[in-house]
């Protein structure tokens, strides 16, 4: 069962690297998620952050919230388009971000300590493979039938 082994080691090694955002930058997992989304995009919009930080929109905008109370994200609407915003990291947000990456990189490092070069290598052409095949997954017959569910803090609806 490859997502419940994948879940626990994410539950296992993921659970360091927040704990450390968390006590030493105040920033939860999935403001780090956008903030290194936005950090490799800047100037994405709205919706196109939410689509590469795989997060629906809701999630992304309060993720942005909360970097945006910490001054390390701006909005700024599009000239000529006012609905339309563009996100950006200020000027101390790319200190921040300075700050967190490499403790971040430490802990993937750490994680992987494990692994030869050649396996660390054919892991991730492994991973990447399984993450392309997936993405292909909801256009497959057998798949594309099944209804979306989004959840709120009211519990599951489908869409």
Not at 44 to 67: C, N, P, Q, W
Not at 94 to 114: F, N, Q, T, W
Not at 118 to 127: G, I, N, R, S, V
Request: proline letters at 3%; a positive charge.
């Amino acid at each position: 069962m490859l997502l419940f082994r994948i879940n626990r080691f994410f539950g296992a090694a993921g659970g360091v690297a927040m704990r450390m955002c968390e006590a030493r930058f105040g920033l939860t997992r999935r403001e780090w998620g956008v903030m290194a989304t936005v950090a490799m995009n800047e100037g994405l919009l709205s919706s196109e952050l939410a689509e590469k930080a795989l997060l629906d929109r809701v999630r992304t905008s309060r993720a942005l919230g909360g970097l945006e109370d910490k001054g390390w994200v701006q909005r700024q609407p599009l000239p000529g388009d006012r609905r339309r915003i563009a996100i950006y990291l200020t000027d101390e947000g790319r200190r921040m971000y300075g700050l967190i990456l490499p403790e971040m990189a430490k802990i993937h490092l750490d994680l992987v300590s494990v692994l030869s070069d050649a396996e660390l290598a054919q892991f991730d052409d492994m991973l990447a493979r399984l993450q392309a095949h997936a993405q292909t997954l909801e256009q497959q017959e057998h798949y594309a039938d099944l209804p979306h569910v989004t959840r709120s803090s009211r519990g599951k609806r489908l869409k």
